[in-house]
């Protein structure tokens, strides 16, 4: 069964009792596991109870097929309804799943967990496809979301921000949900009970995040400074984002740029552009906005945002090494800016 992604919260306060298995994918895997212990505990609210959770994994069904039928039919010992988590799926394991929602046994709730799925990928057919099964996907916070997930996670130490200090969080929060907690959490330890973030308090507490390498990298690719990406860019790996977490990320950035390039009318200033962003650029960003959108054109950015997809389905499917694959992309995007560089030097000489 599909569902529409504006029912996904009021599904995990309260769930479909006719579902019997619910798979969440996606490449936001910290918002995967997230989810997936919200809706655990409306069955258990303690997931490391051995009496009314089972803990599988891809692996194991693959070596035991039964063992999902057997886990889910299981008559919990203590009482109530039994829960059974599945982590590390892939298609592998779509076959036994299949199987399992045709006639789902006894009344256990099976949560699975998966990476990033494609539309064709045969476990996301098999929950579309099931009356008893639910696929969700995971994706990154859009800013709207990342902002209410701030302010959410402030105000319950009753701790209020400065603007900039938002703006700046969502600027450098985001990729995963996890780590995003995790940031927020350190953040409201420094800031203490009812205390005030500021733009040098956010800075500071998230300063030795791998986001801020990320950050530099992107902007030092969209600038085309070559020697710039090869230093962050070798900083961003040794931090450990993998190769499509970098290439997504510079794919955002390229599609902001390309929505903004189509805003300005005739004779309208950069500066009201950039001011009218949303989510708000961070002012320290905003002269590298300024020289991007100097040196990019439409064509250009729609060129380069068609290679960087075709860059994360190489990585995904060929089994060429990935940060050589995202390497070259970025690289790609650097020379392509050379040009209007050089014609913007041209014209100011």
Same mark, same amino acid.
């Given at each position: 069964?599909?569902?529409?992604?504006?029912?996904?919260?009021?599904?995990?306060?309260?769930?479909?009792?006719?579902?019997?298995?619910?798979?969440?994918?996606?490449?936001?895997?910290?918002?995967?596991?997230? $989810?997936?212990?919200?809706?655990?505990?409306?069955?258990?609210?303690?997931?490391?109870?051995?009496?009314?959770?089972?803990?599988?994994?891809?692996?194991?069904?693959?070596?035991?097929?039964?063992?999902?039928?057997?886990?889910?039919?299981?008559?919990?010992?203590?009482?109530? +309804?039994?829960? @059974?988590?599945?982590?590390?799926?892939?298609?592998?394991?779509?076959?036994?799943?299949?199987?399992?929602?045709?006639?789902?046994?006894?009344?256990?709730?099976? @949560?699975? %967990?998966?990476?990033?799925?494609?539309?064709?990928?045969?476990?996301?057919?098999?929950?579309?496809?099931?009356?008893?099964?639910?696929?969700?996907?995971?994706?990154?916070?859009?800013? $709207?979301?990342?902002? !209410?997930?701030?302010?959410?996670?402030?105000?319950?130490?009753?701790?209020?921000?400065?603007?900039?200090?938002?703006?700046?969080?969502?600027?450098?929060?985001?990729?995963?949900?996890?780590?995003?907690?995790?940031?927020? %959490?350190?953040?409201?330890?420094?800031?203490?009970?009812?205390?005030?973030?500021?733009?040098?308090?956010?800075?500071?507490?998230?300063?030795?995040?791998?986001?801020?390498?990320?950050?530099?990298?992107?902007?030092?690719?969209?600038?085309?400074?070559?020697?710039?990406?090869?230093?962050?860019?070798?900083?961003?790996?040794?931090?450990? !984002?993998?190769?499509?977490?970098?290439?997504?990320?510079?794919?955002?950035?390229? +599609?902001?740029?390309?929505?903004?390039?189509?805003?300005?009318?005739?004779? %309208?200033?950069?500066?009201?552009?950039?001011?009218?962003?949303?989510?708000?650029?961070?002012?320290? +960003?905003?002269?590298?906005?300024?020289?991007?959108?100097?040196?990019?054109? !439409?064509? +250009?950015?729609?060129?380069?945002?068609?290679?960087?997809?075709? &860059?994360?389905?190489?990585?995904?499917?060929?089994?060429?090494? &990935? !940060?050589?694959?995202?390497?070259?992309?970025?690289?790609?995007?650097? %020379?392509?800016?050379?040009?209007?560089?050089?014609?913007?030097?041209?014209?100011?000489?």
């Amino acid at each position: 069964m599909k569902l529409a992604a504006g029912r996904v919260e009021g599904f995990l306060r309260r769930p479909d009792p006719a579902i019997r298995a619910v798979l969440f994918y996606g490449p936001d895997a910290g918002l995967v596991r997230e $989810r997936a212990e919200t809706l655990g505990r409306l069955i258990a609210p303690d997931l490391r109870d051995p009496f009314r959770v089972a803990d599988l994994t891809g692996a194991m069904l693959t070596g035991d097929p039964a063992r999902l039928y057997d886990e889910a039919a299981q008559i919990s010992l203590m009482g109530g +309804q039994r829960l @059974v988590r599945v982590r590390e799926l892939g298609d592998a394991q779509s076959a036994i799943f299949g199987r399992f929602l045709a006639d789902p046994p006894g009344d256990g709730l099976v @949560v699975a %967990e998966a990476g990033d799925l494609p539309a064709r990928a045969a476990l996301r057919r098999v929950f579309d496809d099931a009356p008893s099964g639910i696929a969700i996907g995971c994706y990154p916070d859009s800013a $709207r979301d990342l902002t !209410e997930v701030i302010r959410e996670a402030l105000a319950a130490h009753q701790i209020t921000a400065s603007r900039d200090a938002v703006d700046f969080l969502v600027s450098h929060l985001g990729g995963d949900r996890l780590l995003t907690r995790a940031e927020l %959490e350190k953040l409201t330890l420094y800031a203490g009970d009812g205390g005030r973030i500021e733009l040098d308090d956010a800075r500071l507490s998230i300063a030795d995040s791998a986001a801020l390498s990320l950050d530099d990298a992107v902007l030092a690719a969209a600038e085309g400074d070559a020697a710039a990406l090869d230093r962050t860019l070798s900083r961003v790996f040794q931090e450990g !984002e993998s190769p499509v977490s970098v290439i997504r990320a510079v794919l955002r950035h390229l +599609q902001r740029l390309h929505a903004l390039s189509a805003r300005p009318t005739v004779g %309208e200033p950069v500066d009201n552009v950039l001011r009218a962003a949303r989510p708000p650029i961070f002012f320290k +960003q905003q002269d590298s906005f300024k020289r991007q959108l100097a040196r990019w054109r !439409e064509p +250009q950015l729609r060129h380069q945002l068609d290679a960087l997809a075709a &860059a994360e389905t190489r990585i995904k499917t060929t089994g060429m090494p &990935a !940060e050589a694959v995202c390497r070259a992309a970025l690289f790609a995007i650097t %020379e392509a800016v050379q040009p209007a560089r050089s014609n913007t030097s041209n014209r100011s000489s």
